[in-house]
């Protein structure tokens, strides 16, 4: 069983947040009206957080990072949660159920990195938004929490097209959205078991850190530093 | 003695349940009004979803939760104080058990609800039921809860049978409730042997269940990892402060009752001398509690923690913070440790400062750790809607509505403790008294010199 | 109302407690399955049902202990 794995460059990142962007569109992540987004209601699930700032106005160099669900091994969300709607597959990723969250929110005050999100409600979407919706994944109802999945539909989808092709599922064959979309290619992805593989070299290179791995959360997304 | 010889003496404590003034209608009408709004308020926000409270990301949790606790820790008033006080053999408790006792069945109801208001998803509740977790402390939560109701319900209920067989015997009405709920009591001595038995078992059982019951809902938070919230001394500082405020809420409620029932005679200043010294030594107890709790946190200077201790200190939160030290610590020391403002308006203005001050200090400990995640977001806004208040003011007004209806069927204040007190205490302290004193040691003999005396 | 109709609500009363106790016992042993199943921390959950059913049978019992004994002693009396 592989155990899926991310490696984000910080060295080639850019900031420029397409991978945010295919992210939300991607997994039809709702969309707030400005209001609820000024109130802290925007939804996110791949995000870019401002680490520090250096320097002063107007020379300032923001340090950015892009963050998504960091998938743990030891997740502090699943073990608090009442209903298991959240749950550890055997290959590593953290699964979200949508329709078994009573909305307790409870994964959402144990999560370190605070990544989930919770819908506050469910707003009427653009018409041309509601046209992009991605059939593959399910539109979450108000008052369910939801996070990143490492597109799990996507896993799925390239399984059963290996399997219709009678053949093992290759290294290339399953990548999220944001690895696909990160222009600059600072998003490796892949099976951190295979110690062959792209993202298990680097996830073991020596610029390599995971955020706050000193809780033992032991996160499947781990970032190289950026070189001064 | 029979039952019946014993009716009159006590007649004022009868008589809340018989005589309805026309204020008090009024205050039932106001109060329905307000709780009918609540629940208006709960309607609107099952449409609409929780969006329709201030909550946002990342303050996931606010004012239900704060609540939550809150009520909770009014409830520790109850049952636990009046164990404690009978099972120490204070006498003085006689006139206040009851109360308290109501107290706690009624909050708990109350405080109860309100994580399933603060559910995203009510209608999904069964799956706790299915598919529910045991790992999770809010399955510990729900379990301990509902226990915890179940022994104090049955706690008051139990002292409570002589007391339904008195309002049997004096007919009038709802003759058949008194009936069905007095269970057949007669005051013969071996009926009253067995209820001094299930009485005793009781609050050697209450006592630990109370404290089970606030020590998990501080581990909904001690057991995160979140700063401010992952603490060892959660357990102890949570049933502390439940105890502080249980007290207060208990105070409160006897003096307006004294008022508006004339139980003068039987809630004398002295119990309340009495509960404001226990208030005093409990809020001691609490300084204490925060001190060790902030200091640890300042001296490790861990970079999250101390961004949540800043916030409280001299942040966002400092208005709410000071205030609190003011109510829990400052005001009641001074008027309970003075002599001359250790009076019943000097008491009540302390429990007033004490409850509205535990209630800042549930959302001093749970709002700023959320606010201020380990991650350098943005720091978090809360600031609750109307129908978040609206709600609250519905529970408040909840539990005003329950203790009116409750005096209206049965009597506040225990009628067969307090004629037990009258008639057997006096002889039973004195003996246990001389039992204290040095030179008398075996009990028969003390025994026979107080009848000697009397 | 008759004595026997008395009783008899009083019984049904008092068989709420039983029906409560009786109802989270089924309901913990329904969780420690699941939890079985799942593989998801048996340990924890039978200790903690173990622990929690106690609590809830003995709160039954004393409450009947003390019907039981309130009507047998009203008997005797009479």
Same mark, same amino acid.
């Given at each position: 069983m592989p155990k899926y794995g991310m490696v984000i460059d910080l060295n080639k990142c850019t900031s420029c947040q397409a991978c945010v962007t295919a992210c939300k569109v991607e997994n039809n992540v709702q969309i707030v009206s400005e209001d609820d987004a000024q109130n802290g209601r925007a939804m996110f699930w791949m995000k870019m957080l401002t680490m520090e700032f250096d320097g002063d106005y107007p020379n300032i160099k923001p340090k950015t990072l892009p963050r998504n669900c960091m998938q743990c091994d030891e997740p502090s969300c699943i073990k608090v949660c009442p209903v298991r709607a959240t749950y550890k597959r055997d290959d590593g990723i953290v699964a979200q159920i949508y329709p078994q969250c009573i909305g307790c929110r409870y994964c959402m005050a144990n999560c370190p990195y605070t990544v989930k999100v919770f819908n506050w409600d469910r707003e009427e979407q653009p018409k041309e938004i509601e046209k992009l919706y991605n059939p593959d994944v399910s539109v979450r109802p108000k008052g369910v929490v939801e996070k990143c999945t490492f597109c799990v539909h996507r896993l799925q989808i390239a399984s059963e097209k290996a399997k219709a092709e009678h053949r093992e599922l290759a290294p290339g064959d399953y990548v999220p959205a944001c690895v696909e979309v990160c222009p600059v290619g600072a998003i490796s992805f892949g099976d951190l078991d295979d110690r062959k593989s792209e993202v298990s070299k680097a996830s073991r290179d020596y610029r390599a850190f995971g955020l706050l791995e000193e809780l033992g959360t032991v996160p499947k997304v781990r970032y190289l530093n950026a070189i001064e | 003695m029979s039952y019946q010889d014993l009716h009159?003496?006590?007649?004022?404590?009868?008589?809340?349940?018989?005589?309805?003034?026309?204020?008090?209608?009024?205050?039932?009408?106001?109060?329905?009004?307000?709780?009918?709004?609540?629940?208006?308020?709960?309607?609107?926000?099952?449409?609409?979803?929780?969006?329709?409270?201030?909550?946002?990301?990342?303050?996931?949790?606010?004012?239900?939760? /704060?609540?939550?606790? +809150? +009520?909770?820790?009014?409830?520790?008033?109850?049952?636990?104080?009046?164990?404690?006080?009978?099972?120490?053999?204070?006498? *003085?408790?006689?006139?206040?058990?009851?109360?308290?006792?109501?107290?706690?069945?009624? @909050?708990?109801?109350? $405080?109860?609800?309100?994580?399933?208001?603060?559910?995203?998803?009510?209608?999904?509740?069964?799956?706790?039921?299915?598919?529910?977790?045991?790992?999770?402390?809010?399955? *510990?939560?729900?379990?301990?809860?509902?226990?915890? +109701?179940?022994?104090?319900?049955?706690?008051?209920?139990?002292? &409570?049978?002589?007391?339904?067989?008195?309002?049997?015997?004096?007919?009038?009405?709802?003759?058949?409730?008194?009936?069905?709920?007095?269970?057949?009591?007669?005051?013969?001595?071996?009926?009253?042997?067995?209820?001094?038995?299930?009485?005793?078992?009781?609050?050697?059982?209450?006592?630990?269940?109370?404290?089970?019951?606030?020590?998990?809902?501080?581990? %909904?938070?001690? &057991?995160?990892?979140?700063?401010?919230?992952?603490?060892?001394?959660?357990?102890?500082?949570?049933?502390?402060?439940?105890?502080?405020?249980?007290?207060?809420?208990?105070?409160?409620?006897?003096?307006?009752?004294?008022?508006?029932?004339? #139980?003068?005679?039987?809630?004398?200043?002295?119990?309340?001398?009495?509960?404001?010294?226990?208030?005093?030594?409990?809020?001691?107890?609490?300084?204490?509690?925060? #001190?060790?709790?902030?200091?640890?946190?300042?001296? !490790?200077?861990?970079?999250?923690? &101390?961004?949540?201790?800043?916030?409280?200190?001299?942040?966002?939160?400092?208005?709410? +913070?000071?205030?609190? @030290?003011?109510?829990?610590?400052?005001?009641? /020391?001074?008027?309970?440790?003075?002599?001359?403002?250790?009076?019943?308006? $000097?008491?009540? /203005?302390?429990?007033? $400062?004490?409850?509205?001050? &535990? *209630?800042?200090?549930?959302?001093?400990?749970?709002?700023?750790?959320?606010?201020?995640?380990?991650?350098?977001?943005?720091?978090?806004?809360? %600031?609750?809607?109307?129908?978040?208040? !609206?709600? #609250?003011?519905? $529970?408040?007004?909840?539990?005003?509505?329950?203790?009116? !209806?409750?005096?209206?069927?049965?009597?506040? %204040?225990?009628?067969?403790?307090?004629?037990?007190?009258?008639?057997?205490?006096?002889?039973?302290?004195?003996?246990?008294?001389?039992?204290?004193?040095?030179?008398?040691?075996?009990?028969? !003999?003390?025994?026979?010199?107080?009848?000697?005396?009397? | 109302m008759k004595d026997r109709t008395v009783y008899i609500i009083q019984l049904i009363t008092l068989s709420f407690n039983w029906i409560l106790a009786v109802s989270v016992t089924w309901w913990f042993i329904h969780l420690v399955t699941v939890a079985d199943e799942l593989n998801d921390t048996q340990t924890a959950s039978l200790s903690i049902s173990i622990v929690a059913i106690t609590v809830f049978w003995i709160l039954a019992g004393v409450l009947s202990y003390v019907f039981f004994s309130l009507h047998k002693h009203d008997e005797e009396a009479e």
């Open positions: - | 009159d003496e006590d007649e004022a404590l009868f008589r809340p349940i018989y005589e309805t003034s026309r204020s008090f209608y009024v205050v039932v009408i106001v109060l329905t009004a307000v709780f009918l709004f609540g629940v208006g308020c709960y309607i609107h926000q099952l449409f609409y979803g929780l969006g329709a409270t201030g909550m946002n990301e990342p303050v996931s949790w606010a004012f239900y939760i /704060v609540d939550f606790v +809150f +009520f909770i820790g009014i409830s520790h008033a109850g049952t636990l104080i009046s164990a404690i006080l009978r099972l120490s053999k204070a006498e *003085w408790r006689r006139p206040i058990t009851r109360m308290a006792e109501v107290i706690t069945g009624i @909050v708990l109801a109350i $405080g109860g609800l309100h994580p399933v208001i603060d559910l995203g998803r009510p209608d999904r509740i069964l799956h706790l039921f299915e598919r529910g977790r045991l790992q999770s402390p809010l399955l *510990w939560d729900l379990t301990s809860v509902t226990a915890y +109701f179940t022994a104090s319900t049955i706690y008051l209920y139990v002292p &409570m049978i002589p007391d339904i067989a008195l309002l049997r015997d004096r007919g009038g009405k709802l003759q058949n409730l008194y009936r069905i709920l007095a269970w057949g009591y007669k005051g013969t001595p071996k009926q009253k042997h067995a209820l001094e038995r299930a009485i005793n078992i009781l609050m050697v059982m209450v006592i630990p269940i109370a404290v089970s019951v606030h020590t998990i809902i501080a581990w %909904i938070f001690g &057991m995160t990892l979140q700063p401010g919230w992952h603490s060892t001394i959660f357990g102890p500082y949570f049933v502390v402060g439940a105890i502080y405020s249980g007290i207060a809420a208990l105070v409160i409620v006897m003096i307006v009752f004294r008022k508006i029932f004339h #139980f003068e005679d039987y809630l004398k200043e002295i119990h309340f001398k009495y509960l404001g010294t226990l208030l005093l030594v409990v809020s001691l107890l609490w300084t204490y509690f925060t #001190f060790a709790e902030y200091l640890t946190t300042f001296y !490790g200077h861990e970079p999250a923690e &101390m961004r949540v201790f800043l916030y409280k200190f001299a942040g966002g939160y400092a208005p709410f +913070f000071w205030l609190m @030290v003011f109510c829990n610590f400052l005001l009641p /020391v001074i008027i309970l440790s003075n002599k001359k403002t250790k009076t019943i308006p $000097g008491i009540l /203005v302390a429990s007033i $400062g004490v409850v509205l001050g &535990m *209630w800042l200090e549930r959302l001093i400990i749970i709002i700023p750790t959320l606010a201020n995640p380990r991650l350098p977001y943005p720091t978090g806004i809360y %600031i609750p809607s109307v129908t978040e208040i !609206g709600i #609250f003011a519905a $529970g408040m007004s909840a539990f005003i509505l329950g203790f009116m !209806g409750f005096s209206k069927l049965f009597p506040l %204040i225990s009628i067969w403790e307090t004629k037990e007190g009258r008639q057997h205490s006096v002889h039973e302290v004195s003996v246990r008294l001389r039992e204290y004193l040095p030179g008398q040691r075996e009990e028969s !003999g003390v025994e026979a010199s107080v009848k000697a005396e009397l | -």
